[in-house]
């Protein structure tokens, strides 16, 4: 790395132990001092507190290197160009840890004084400094032990003529991803052979890696086009436009149509890549061979569609010499990896890591890591146990190991057995765990909360944001009084599990990116956690996977409406959850009660048209792509279950309902309800604020927001209510500040809670040094949303961390008393359908005798009435009856009037239960709608 190139003020290098970065640091160090400017200078603060510096006196050269950037003289000129390195910020004593993370947060000074700053750490990322300029940059290392022998093998096949395909294959935890990327960090250096594409698992990164053809075609179009071939990709899109009623010999068929589109969508651009590669090959010029790299081959043939584009391009390679025998080859090579080997990679070359040679190698591995701490001979003993406890799985190995450097036992033959997979090792360690923590009160409500926690993350292979993670923790299903968890969501429960010893099945998101997710780390770990052998009783995968669809879907409405920007998580995985479940109900003993849960999940899905239209007119993402090959997918999944009969699941048991027509102009006189979702609830954005203009003050505002007494820190009335936009506010709501002292902590907090209106309602009454703020678009709920509420009261304080770390923390408070502000109720001008959850509750429940969903209490009913007449103007409301305006695209299409006047009245059944009834009120000759 030159030293232009670093750019960042702040760099910080994390791995798990200080001899793994290191090489790093001693690598940085040599080429900075190799600058050649003469004024490129360095000052080292080894992991033993030993200064050393490129200059005769190493502590003075550190001492005006701190000094310059705590704002000592300024030098004439431009500044000297200086590196600090710290191998070990973590055991870093007081004398020097507090100047240099006092450095470390005046990324200004830093600049100005011509200093840059890399701290050494280790993996756990939740201490460093605030650094408070966004080009900070964070490099993470693994632990990796080299496996020369395999590489080169790899190496030679890549780099010489004969099989077109090498299959990387071994048991899950093998090794083959570490392998792959190591590969392929070789093949990277070497001249004889470009890496054109390479999708490689990275646990580290925020979501996990996905295939597409389309994404590996044009990747290797751009190698192409480097060396002089061009090639373009056709754009392909799918368009839902209307229904297709059609008939066959068993009746009437209700479908959808597609325009534009080929469902396969594989074959043309795959064979545009195989015209190219055969035009480069027919040129007669020399070319460097192309490498396509695909790892975890067998977690991507589970996904909808799989690696379609890739078994077809090695089918025409497998075809070039058959139908030209002489002709030149393609210089393509195709490296994968995967648990087993495919059918259609039958001619491939094999690299099995499985053998006594594998032993050897985590002999070798474990023995390196044991003897940082250990004297040879027990690091040889250990090194044989981990070799016993490993069965030939580097995960296995890596886990044992990071069981013993978490405070473990010396791994030997009494402290566990042989899993004999990866993921009988982590369903071992997880009940390690869970008798650990289970000695106390206080740790068994952590372990409970922790469990779940994994549970939840380990729900989708992608894992879950944080505003998802927090919706769903707070949700509490049918069944429930409230979300079973210890801890809220804002109380800490983030900092337990990163505190705890779950820590590394977890890979944590970046708090600055909203996209990032809590997922687990390997695969066999979120089976580990999905198949526990011992599990607390109130924590189940069946219940959090109900509470995920219950929060993140309309499908109960009660969760946010379908969102392709926002919610692909929920559009891409509710299917996959609901066959999940399903699956898990057929099993034997069967549970009835889970199976019909399921389908009628099943109905609701598929009968919502906005379900399927957002899947397939939002296809393309990066991160969490969607499209038809998802949908049909999943279906082909449900419909594949053992036990499943999809012929009984009934459809539109009320007849069809027709697709969103588009493109429809709107008419002049009444238009119809708008596309809604299966419910009239908002979808819940967890930490959005609300917008602005449609705040109204409460009759009672004054109440609400006065200045407490002036207490020993002297709070006056801020000038303003806080909200979850606020970058302090946002800060303490999530937890990131890190104090070195609880007065520091203190003395933070009054200066935030001073700038904001403080509430009158609680400060009197509590301690002085937890104010209580109004915050708008805090944990706002969905019974808040119903009140109008845009905001939530919470109360802050200051937290202790491990580590003597001081944090500040925000607690919502529960209360019925008025808020400041609320949202202004708009009605709508437009006409609801029959589509509208309500009305097709009341056509439900005439078509179907007995009523298939009757009302529990008058009340219920009521209910139902008054938030018709809420959410449209056009209604006369009077106790027990409500009249209304309905759009019938039935009537439209048959040429009459498409608004119908109707009355719906509560009408009470045996039983002791109630019905809404519905019925046409005639026009009156010569009225207008």
């Not at 395909?165 to 990327?181: I, N, R």
């Not at 925020?206 to 990747?219: A, D, G, L, Q, Y």
């Not at 999940?601 to 969607?626: F, G, K």
């Amino acid at each position: 790395m030159a030293p232009p190139d670093l750019v960042a003020p702040v760099a910080v290098v994390s791995a798990h132990s200080v001899q793994d970065r290191q090489p790093v640091l001693t690598a940085l160090a040599d080429t900075w001092s190799r600058d050649g400017s003469g004024t490129a200078e360095w000052v080292r603060i080894t992991e033993d507190q030993d200064v050393r510096s490129s200059l005769p006196d190493p502590h003075a050269a550190l001492e005006r290197l701190l000094d310059s950037v705590r704002g000592g003289p300024v030098l004439q000129g431009r500044p000297p160009r200086r590196l600090l390195l710290v191998d070990d910020l973590d055991e870093l004593t007081g004398r020097l840890s507090r100047p240099v993370e006092m450095a470390a947060r005046n990324c200004a000074a830093l600049a100005e004084s011509g200093v840059r700053l890399v701290l050494g750490v280790g993996s756990d990322l939740r201490y460093l400094p605030e650094v408070d300029d966004p080009r900070a940059l964070v490099v993470s290392l693994r632990h990796v032990h080299p496996r020369p022998r395999l590489v080169e093998r790899i190496s030679s096949w890549a780099t010489s003529p004969g099989d077109d395909v090498l299959l990387v294959t071994g048991p899950p935890g093998a090794g083959k991803t570490t392998l792959m990327q190591e590969a392929v960090d070789t093949l990277r250096a070497d001249d004889r052979v470009r890496v054109a594409f390479e999708l490689l698992r990275d646990w580290d990164a925020p979501n996990p890696p996905v295939f597409t053809t389309e994404k590996m075609v044009r990747s290797v179009a751009e190698a192409l086009g480097r060396q002089g071939f061009g090639y373009a990709l056709p754009d392909d899109v799918v368009h839902i436009v209307g229904s297709v009623d059609a008939q066959d010999t068993a009746g009437p068929i209700t479908g959808v149509s597609f325009t534009g589109t080929s469902i396969t969508g594989v074959a043309p651009t795959v064979d545009g890549l195989a015209a190219q590669l055969r035009r480069r090959a027919l040129s007669g010029e020399p070319r460097t061979p192309l490498l396509i790299v695909v790892d975890g081959l067998n977690e991507l043939e589970l996904e909808p569609g799989g690696p379609a584009g890739l078994r077809a391009l090695v089918a025409e390679l497998e075809q070039q010499p058959r139908s030209d025998p002489h002709g030149p080859t393609w210089g393509v090579k195709i490296l994968v990896s995967s648990q087993y080997q495919p059918d259609w990679l039958s001619p491939a070359a094999v690299v099995d890591l499985r053998g006594p040679e594998v032993d050897a190698e985590i002999r070798a591995y474990a023995h390196d890591r044991l003897s940082a701490r250990l004297d040879s001979g027990q690091a040889l003993d250990a090194a044989e146990a981990v070799v016993r406890l490993a069965d030939g799985l580097f995960i296995v190995a890596h886990g044992h190991l990071e069981e013993w450097e978490s405070g473990g036992a010396v791994p030997s033959a009494g402290t566990a057995r042989p899993a004999g997979s990866a993921v009988g090792y982590y369903q071992d360690r997880l009940r390690r765990l869970r008798e650990t923590m289970s000695g106390s009160v206080v740790g068994a409500e952590e372990w409970e909360d922790t469990e779940r926690f994994l549970t939840l993350a380990a729900l989708t292979p992608q894992g879950l944001t944080a505003a998802e993670f927090g919706t769903v923790w707070q949700t509490a299903t049918a069944g429930e009084e409230k979300s079973p968890g210890h801890r809220p969501w804002k109380g800490g429960v983030v900092a337990m599990v990163a505190n705890g010893p779950a820590r590394t099945f977890l890979h944590l998101p970046d708090p600055a990116d909203a996209g990032d997710r809590f997922r687990l780390i390997h695969s066999s770990v979120r089976e580990g956690v999905l198949t526990p052998v011992v599990t607390h009783p109130r924590i189940s995968a069946a219940r959090e996977r109900d509470r995920l669809l219950s929060a993140l879907t309309p499908l109960d409405g009660t969760g946010a409406a379908w969102d392709p920007v926002d919610g692909r998580l929920a559009l891409a995985s509710a299917l996959g959850l609901i066959t999940d479940g399903i699956e898990e109900a057929l099993r034997h003993p069967a549970d009835p009660e889970a199976l019909r849960r399921g389908e009628l999940l099943v109905r609701r899905l598929l009968e919502d048209w906005q379900w399927l239209t957002h899947c397939t007119e939002h296809a393309e993402d990066p991160a969490i792509p969607l499209g038809m090959a998802l949908v049909v997918g999943q279906l082909g999944r449900l419909v594949g279950l053992d036990g499943f009969a999809p012929a009984a699941l009934a459809l539109w048991p009320d007849g069809p309902v027709a697709a969103p027509e588009r493109p429809a102009p709107p008419e002049p006189t009444a238009s119809p309800e708008p596309s809604r979702p299966s419910t009239p609830v908002e979808p819940v954005r967890t930490g959005a604020a609300e917008p602005g203009p449609t705040d109204e003050p409460a009759a009672d505002d004054a109440h609400t927001a006065a200045p407490p007494s002036r207490g020993a820190h002297g709070w006056s009335r801020g000038a303003r209510y806080a909200t979850v936009q606020n970058p302090s506010i946002r800060g303490i709501i999530h937890g990131s500040y890190r104090h070195h002292s609880r007065q520091e902590a203190l003395d933070r907090l009054m200066a935030i809670s001073n700038s904001f209106t403080l509430s009158r309602l609680y400060n009197r009454e509590l301690d002085p040094e937890r104010p209580i703020l109004w915050i708008q678009g805090y944990e706002l709920t969905l019974r808040d949303r119903a009140r109008n509420l845009i905001g939530n009261y919470a109360r802050l304080s200051v937290a202790r961390l491990g580590n003597d770390r001081w944090t500040l923390a925000a607690e919502k408070l529960e209360t019925d008393r008025p808020h400041p502000k609320r949202r202004r109720v708009q009605q709508s001008h437009h006409h609801p359908n029959w589509g509208h959850p309500i009305l097709r509750r009341v056509l439900h429940n005439q078509r179907t005798d007995p009523p298939a969903k009757p009302y529990p209490d008058i009340t219920a009913a009521q209910k139902d009435l008054d938030e018709l007449q809420d959410q449209y103007l056009k209604t006369i409301p009077s106790p027990g009856e409500l009249r209304i305006m309905v759009w019938d695209g039935a009537r439209k299409r048959a040429g009459l009037d498409a608004i119908v006047r109707v009355i719906l009245t509560i009408e009470a059944l045996p039983g002791n239960v109630f019905v809404i009834r519905a019925s046409e009120v005639p026009a009156r000759p010569g009225s207008e709608s």
